[in-house]
Structures are given as C-alpha cells and as structure tokens.
C-alpha cells in the first residue's frame, strides 16, 4: 500500500481504479482508428505549418481492417483510410485529439473530395510493427513531417521534420514509457473482487464528472440510432413497431447498444465516451445499463455505481487480449455490462447481486460466445453486439440459479480470473493466425 493509501485508509487499488477509468473514459468522435488517422494528419499539417502537396500513409493490418468499412464522422459519408488522412489534413484540429474532426466545415468535405480524385494521398499497409500503428507523412517543396502514433489511438510516439526528430514520446521519451509502465501496473490491480468492493465503496466524487459524461454521451447516440436510419439499423429493427406496448428489458437493453453502434459506424457526428480505446465498447458498457435501470427503478447513484463496474470488468478483460485483434471486443465489453447489472439489480432488492453471482455471469459469457471474431468496424459490429448483449443476459439469468459452467469445460478454469486470463491468452496468442487470414481475406491476397 502507498503512503497515500495508508494515510486516507483507503484499499491499495483505490487510486489506481480511478486512474483507470479518467484515463480510459475518453470522448472520441467518430470510430477511433479512422480518428487516429485524422489525429496523425492535423498533427502532420500543423508541424508543417502549411498545406501538403502529398499525403502517404502506412498502417498496420488491424488498423486497415477497422478503417476499410466504416464511415469517417463530419465527411458527408465518404469512406476509408485515405478520406480519414485527407480531412483530418484539410479541416481537422489536433487539439481536439479523438475529437479532431469536430472542426470540419462544408467547405473542408467537398476540398477533400476533390483531393481524393487525384493521386495527393497513398496508403500502404505496414508489416512487423504492432497491432495498432499509424506512420503518416506529408510532404510540400523540401519539407517532410512525418507522425507515427501506436499502442492506442492518441499515442503519437513520433514527429520527424526533414529527417529530424523533432518530438518522441517526449523529451518526455522517458515520461511516456514512465507513463505507460505506471498504466500497465495499475491494471494489473484489477480483479473482480476488488472491482466490485470498489464500485459499493468509493467516494462517487472521484470519478462522477467521467462516469456521467459516459451517461450522456452515449445516451444520445443510442437515442439519435432509434430514431434515425443509419447504417443496417439493427436497434431500430429490434424494437420494430413496439413503441406503444411494453418492451421486454432484455430486447431494449440490446437495441440501444445497437442503435448506438448504428450511428456511430455510418458516421454520426455525436461523440461517445469510449472503452479500451473502442467506441462500440464503451456504448456496450453502458447503454445496457441505463435500459435495466430505466424498468427496475434502480437509483442514479446505483447506476453509477454499476458504470464502474461494467467499465472496470471490460478493461480487466482487455489487458490480456490487447487493443486490437480478431476477438471481437464486444464480447468484453458486453461482458462487463451483464457482471454490472447482476450486480446492480441484486443490490438493488432484486436476484443476484453477489461476487459467486457476478463471477458466474462473466464464466458464462465468455464461455458461450468468447472468440467471436472482428473483421472491421462497419455496421454489422451493432449486430455482433446485439448478440453478445443477448450472451451476457442469458449468463445473468443462469447466475440468479446458480448455474455456471464449470471448470475443464473448454476454457473454464477454477475460478473466474483463470477463466478471464484463458479466455485472454486465446484472443491475444491464440487468434493471431486468425487476424492475419481476415486480414488477407479482406485485402483479397
């Protein structure tokens, strides 16, 4: 325990749970890999300090897998890695970061198109470099900006100008990997235990203002996909033409995290407070919630309560699989929502609601529907979470009967931290083939 921890009598993992989630609760505009792209070209430009003449950009596989299908936010609909480079270049504003396209204007959309006709931009695929990396460069008369961002989407690692490096991690180059070492140690507090005591205890104070911009956010985007015909329109689908009779809690919980996904992967301009980097993660851990809040009465500070658990779970889950891969992350993220309402619900005067209850819903989930594979943001992601929202739901309801699947059976372990660390270790180590074959498959090798 820190000398802190000692001295405010709080529990070893308190500071670093509320780092956690002010570093992870993030707002983010728009699908966060075609953002960081955007992110790398308003920074290229302002160290440029003028227009570029050309544009090329290297990305590594996931990132191209992300990109390929999903609509860039505030582009009037275009499409892909080059559109996501060329608008972030023309009208983004690097300040902003995951929000850097919050600036665009008309004028800014129809430039890019016309760049888009001609040969300004290039994007290659780059290989041997980590699942998530960004290496863009711009070029005008003699001059060269280069940026390179990788590990997670705001992380500019590198800024070169004419062959020099003019920024690495920072002078800061000892900071940054300071910094990320410190994150790594915080997450490796997590447990499920420990997520739950510290969700029942803590002062709502530390991490309310991150807690309720997530409420916010994604509320609006969900309630923009329910009313709005975005992409596939999977939310809108599921709840059909039910507006005038009660919906069943489980089929709402489902549609406003789809609706939410609707929107955000055809472009809707709303921001969303994200999870483990992703913006359908961090919808995923929240809107089912709000659904089971709305129909059980629960309170808003429970509500809150239960946000840090959904979140906490999800992220624990991340940190052995690793930001991008082909394990669909959803399925964590939905994960953490079912621990969260068995959670919420059993402490609220309802069933379940205990740690065995909790743990028995995350060894449920994840052993009906861990390994469900990502190949791309696109619109079909709302479906995927639909179904895992579905998987977590059913988990809960089996928990409430102290039903669980038990150990030796497939991936099940002895306790649900193995359980968590096998699931883990087979979406990092164990799907690699898998993300390479997606990956060839979509590129048509």
């Known amino acids: 325990m820190d000398k802190a921890s000692e001295t405010n009598g709080k529990k070893p993992y308190y500071d670093a749970y509320v780092r956690i989630l002010k570093k992870e609760l993030v707002p983010a505009l728009g699908c966060t890999e075609p953002i960081a792209i955007a992110y790398a070209g308003a920074t290229a430009r302002a160290e440029l300090g003028k227009m570029p003449e050309r544009c090329t950009v290297w990305c590594s596989g996931n990132i191209v897998k992300n990109v390929k299908g999903v609509t860039v936010p505030n582009s009037g609909g275009m499409k892909g890695i080059d559109a996501a480079a060329v608008l972030g270049i023309v009208g983004g504003d690097k300040d902003l970061k995951l929000a850097v396209l919050e600036s665009v204007k008309p004028e800014d959309i129809e430039e890019t198109k016309r760049l888009l006709q001609t040969d300004f931009c290039e994007s290659r695929l780059k290989e041997g470099v980590a699942n998530l990396y960004i290496l863009l460069e711009v070029t005008a008369g003699s001059d060269t900006v280069s940026v390179e961002i990788k590990d997670y989407h705001s992380n ?122 992703s913006g359908n993660q961090g919808i995923t851990a929240t809107l089912p919630l709000i659904a089971y809040a709305e129909d ?20 624990h889950q991340k940190k052995y699989i690793g930001s991008l891969s082909a394990y669909c992350g959803a399925v964590s993220a939905a994960c953490g929502a079912g621990a969260a309402i068995t959670w919420m619900l059993g402490s609220s005067g309802y069933a379940g609601g205990t740690y065995e209850e909790v743990s028995q819903t995350i060894t449920n989930t994840i052993a009906t529907i861990g390994g469900m594979v990502c190949d791309g943001a696109k619109p079909s992601c709302a479906a995927k979470i639909s179904v895992a ?40 180590d164990g799907m690699k083939a898998t993300d390479i074959e997606i990956l060839n498959i979509m590129l048509e090798k």
């Open 156 to 277: 500019i690692t590198r800024i070169t100008r004419n062959g020099e490096t003019v920024f690495e991690g920072g002078v800061q180059c000892d900071e940054e990997d300071v910094t990320q070492q410190a994150e790594d140690e915080d997450k490796k507090l997590l447990n499920v235990r420990s997520i739950l005591e510290f969700a029942e205890t803590c002062d709502l104070a530390d991490v309310r203002d991150v807690l309720e911009n997530q409420l916010t956010c994604n509320r609006a985007i969900s309630q923009e996909g329910l009313e709005n015909p975005y992409g596939a329109q999977v939310g809108r689908t599921l709840l059909g033409t039910r507006s005038n009779e009660r919906i069943a809690t489980k089929l709402k919980a489902k549609a406003y995290a789809a609706a939410g996904s609707d929107a955000r992967m055809s472009g809707c301009p709303l921001p969303v407070v994200i999870n483990s980097g």
């Open 296 to 315: 059980y009465g629960v309170s808003h500070e429970k509500l809150l309560r239960a946000l840090i658990v959904s979140n906490l779970v999800a992220i």
């Open 389 to 428: 929202v579905e998987a977590a739901l059913t988990g809960y309801q089996m928990s409430t009967r102290r039903m669980t699947f038990g150990p030796g059976e497939g991936l099940v372990k002895d306790d649900v931290e193995e359980t968590i660390e096998s699931i883990g270790r087979m979406g990092k």
